[in-house]
């Protein structure tokens, strides 16, 4: 019988030697600056224009990368005696990425160098206008490069070279400008660059697995007030921790708030001062309880066309929402999804989110309809798009026809069979060494098989198992199905988690699902 580690290993995929070598390591190195092309350039250009007094203006995006790039950009330059400012679009009346008008309003205002993060790759037409106004310009971007790159006088991007074969997220790509730009290291930059890895789903593997783990390590041992207060956490933060609570906290802000309060998001993160990042903090929390509750009554409210390969609907909400229904629609009916807003109530455009599974690539739908659209962006499984309000039809039935050729994927969760006595704290100790978990790095489920719903114990309200495997182990299992009673026997699955009670370690299996006989 194959040993805990040895399910693991063949879980991934791997042999021992590279179990020793990847994931045993405890020197966290990361690959130089270098190997971004003409960083080293970029930054003396950069410092000299901070010599002359330039005014610097840092233009982000409203998603949680783009915060984190922001912040990054700001602090790395306010750490070189530069008081830069700062610009997040709003998502409703500016959109992604720069725009004309705002240029306009940047070069009145005795803006002279602009640095473009988590943006910019794309807008070769905007870059050029920045540039005849005699604007500098810097790139930090990892979006998908077009068959021209903008003229901008320097970018900074893991995929003009061959170095990075693993993408990054632009707030990864700032954290390294920002290292070439002090010459060290800075631990609270390193770890918004973490985040930013998380929250753009980027592969954690490589750079990016090792980015992430020393941004963890940073956050547990120096305890950021800017991040514990939004997480209402201060021990034992995981990357699950940043994924469920503090980034889609950050989102929030971006998907509901268009006026200059949007700007609070970034300064969150950019001052040293607690009590104000307590006050944003509470600030932020009372937006994401609204973000909640807005999605919720939307959904509750839905009257869905189930007809079609695929769902597509217009609704009247905010544009910052969309994705969120796409995604719970999905989910609800398994099927692609097309959320579809109003741009401009006084004008003909329309934008649109859509979430798809495995089977159906976003991109691939996107290139189907591309003659009908004026602008497409994204990833396989989730991405925007922008066309005008009379392609409609043609566009609904172009993506019909791509759904009935390309159906999800029906993929069967990879689960490992253990035994009840398997969870233990040491086991749990060892699948930590497979972590951080996230894209391209699943976290597994184990199975226990044949369990006797007779040694069950419930809470005090009956609402929840709660039963002992072990002096050191138990099971739990919230809002569980009371059928599950009237079988004898089941198979759980669930995940392996740490349980801290009584300032004491324990291992606990928490159950997510059942199988009957």
Same mark, same amino acid.
């Given at each position: 019988m194959k040993t805990f580690l040895g399910k693991l290993l063949d879980f @991934?995929?791997?042999?021992?030697?590279?179990y020793k070598?990847?994931?045993?390591? &405890?020197?966290?190195? /990361?690959?130089?600056?270098?190997?971004?092309k003409n960083i080293n350039d970029a930054c003396l250009f950069l410092k000299e224009k901070i010599k002359n007094n330039s005014k610097i203006l840092i233009y982000g995006d409203y998603d949680c990368d783009g915060i984190m790039a922001t912040s990054i950009?700001?602090?790395?330059?306010?750490? @070189?005696?530069?008081?830069?400012?700062?610009?997040?679009?709003?998502?409703?009346? &500016?959109?992604?990425? /720069?725009?004309?008008?705002?240029?306009?309003k940047f070069y009145s205002l005795g803006y002279d160098t602009i640095i473009l993060v988590d943006n910019g790759i794309t807008l070769n037409k905007e870059v050029d206008y920045l540039k005849r106004l005699g604007l500098n310009c810097i790139i930090i971007d990892h979006h998908m490069i077009q068959t021209e790159l903008p003229k901008a006088d320097y970018i900074i991007h893991p995929m003009i070279n061959d170095f990075f074969d693993v993408n990054m997220s632009a707030g990864a790509v700032a954290f390294y400008f920002s290292y070439a730009f002090l010459g060290y290291i800075d631990p609270y930059l390193a770890?918004?660059?973490?985040?930013?890895?998380?929250?753009d789903l980027m592969p954690l593997k490589k750079y990016n697995k090792t980015l992430v783990k020393i941004g963890l390590k940073f956050i547990n041992e120096c305890k950021y007030s800017n991040i514990v207060s939004l997480l209402n956490k201060y021990n034992d933060i995981n990357e699950f921790d940043l994924t469920m609570n503090l980034i889609p906290k950050i989102n929030a802000v971006g998907r509901i708030i268009n006026d200059n309060n949007l700007f609070n998001i970034v300064r969150t993160f950019i001052t040293n001062n607690k009590n104000k990042i307590f006050a944003y903090a509470n600030w932020i929390e009372d937006v994401n309880t609204k973000r909640k509750e807005l999605v919720k009554t939307l959904f509750e409210n839905l009257k869905i066309d189930n007809s079609n390969s695929m769902i597509i609907e217009i609704l009247n909400t905010k544009e910052g929402l969309i994705g969120l229904i796409a995604n719970k629609i999905m989910i609800e009916y398994n099927k692609p999804v097309l959320i579809i807003v109003e741009e401009n109530k006084d004008n003909d455009l329309l934008k649109g989110s859509l979430r798809a599974k495995n089977g159906f690539n976003v991109i691939e739908a996107f290139n189907a309809i591309q003659d009908l659209v004026i602008s497409f962006g994204g990833h396989n499984n989730a991405g925007g798009v922008e066309f005008k309000k009379e392609n409609l039809p043609k566009i609904k039935c172009r993506l019909f026809e791509f759904a009935k050729m390309h159906t999800f994927v029906d993929e069967k969760e990879r689960v490992i069979e253990i035994m009840p006595q398997d969870v233990n704290y040491e086991n749990y100790l060892t699948l930590r060494n497979f972590a951080p978990f996230g894209q391209d790095n699943p976290l597994p489920l184990f199975k226990i098989k044949n369990f006797y719903?007779?040694?069950?114990?419930?809470?005090?309200?009956?609402?929840?198992?709660?039963?002992?495997l072990s002096i050191n182990s138990n099971l739990v299992y919230f809002n569980y199905d009371k059928s599950i009673l009237n079988y004898n026997s089941i198979d759980l699955i669930g995940t392996i988690n740490d349980?801290?009670?009584?300032?004491?370690?324990?291992a606990q299996f928490k159950v997510i699902n059942y199988i009957t006989k």
């Open positions: @991934y995929n791997i042999d021992f030697n590279q070598n990847d994931y045993l390591d &405890d020197n966290l190195v /990361l690959p130089s600056y270098t190997n971004f950009v700001y602090l790395l330059l306010e750490k @070189y005696g530069c008081k830069a400012g700062f610009y997040i679009p709003f998502r409703e009346t &500016d959109g992604y990425g /720069l725009t004309i008008e705002n240029i306009d770890t918004l660059g973490s985040i930013s890895i998380l929250s719903t007779n040694s069950f114990v419930l809470s005090k309200d009956k609402k929840h198992i709660l039963t002992s349980n801290f009670f009584k300032n004491h370690h324990i």
